[in-house]
């Protein structure tokens, strides 16, 4: 890991913070990306917070990056799809020329076990047609179909949101499974996985854990013993091996980490 420089976007909290850290700890460079707390303040959910990060990271590293960790996500549901699907696109895209003289470059995308969870089509086709003024347009009749929205109750404001968020990381498992075998990315040398974490205890999930009904509901559907909740730095250690000289041969591939909930709910439908 010496002599390698990463960066993490997402990186003031949670999933993030606890990838920076690791990173770190082990000798390599990391440049910490954030809406605050970071080396590189970016908002990625604007086409100016995302060219903000790429100046930013171009900047502080000379031209040159060997690993990308797309961590930033979630946020408020009027920003889910801005944020969770372009957002983490742009990131991956805007940062992909950084990596081309790096003798092992990598990149991993945190999507999550939402992503399995019923999409809507026409959102979905607008997001990997890149037309982001037609997913959001898209969003907003979506919730309306729920409730106006300046009517709707706290439990229909998440039911939107999760939602949302699920179409967003659904579309960015199929983007990224569609760009790693592509000329730009495996033509280049360049590994590009994703990967799915369950229910891991960060700022991001107090809604789950902060309710005591909630926390226990979500804490039947995880049937590995001693996998709930999860911690960030659990999560870290399994991107960083993403991220690492050692993984030079896997690709393409859409990795749970969510104490077998996954697996649970769709068995041999996808392996």
């Not at 390599?28 to 970071?38: E, F, M, N, P, S």
């Not at 502080?60 to 690993?67: E, R, V, W």
């Not at 109750?153 to 998440?158: K, V």
């Not at 804490?219 to 991107?239: F, S």
Request: proline content about 5%; charged content about 20%; some cysteine.
């Amino acid at each position: 890991m010496m002599d390698r420089t990463y960066v993490v976007t997402g990186a003031a909290s949670g999933i993030g913070a606890a990838t920076a850290q690791w990173l770190r700890e082990r000798g390599g460079r990391v440049i910490r990306c954030d809406l605050r707390d970071a080396d590189v303040i970016a908002d990625l959910a604007t086409s100016e917070g995302r060219k903000a990060l790429v100046d930013g990271v171009t900047r502080l590293s000379g031209g040159k990056i060997d690993a990308i960790a797309a961590v930033a996500g979630g946020g408020p549901p009027q920003t889910s799809l801005q944020l969770n699907f372009f957002g983490t696109v742009a990131t991956l895209e805007g940062l992909h020329p950084l990596l081309k003289s790096s003798a092992a470059p990598r990149a991993v995308a945190v999507s999550s076990i939402a992503s399995f969870s019923p999409v809507d089509e026409g959102l979905v086709d607008a997001m990997l047609r890149m037309d982001e003024k037609a997913a959001i347009d898209g969003a907003w009749k979506y919730a309306a179909n729920i409730a106006p929205i300046d009517k709707m109750t706290p439990a229909q404001g998440m039911q939107v949101g999760l939602a949302l968020y699920g179409n967003a990381k659904y579309s960015l498992n199929c983007w990224c499974r569609r760009a790693a075998g592509s000329a730009d990315w495996a033509g280049a040398g360049i590994t590009l996985n994703v990967i799915a974490p369950g229910f891991i205890d960060t700022p991001g999930a107090a809604y789950i854990f902060s309710n005591p009904e909630t926390k226990a509901a979500m804490g039947q559907m995880v049937p590995l013993r001693g996998a709930y909740p999860g911690r960030p730095e659990q999560m870290a250690a399994i991107i960083a091996w993403f991220l690492s000289e050692e993984n030079s041969l896997m690709t393409g591939q859409i990795l749970f980490v969510d104490g077998g909930v996954e697996c649970t709910q769709r068995g041999e439908r996808s392996w």
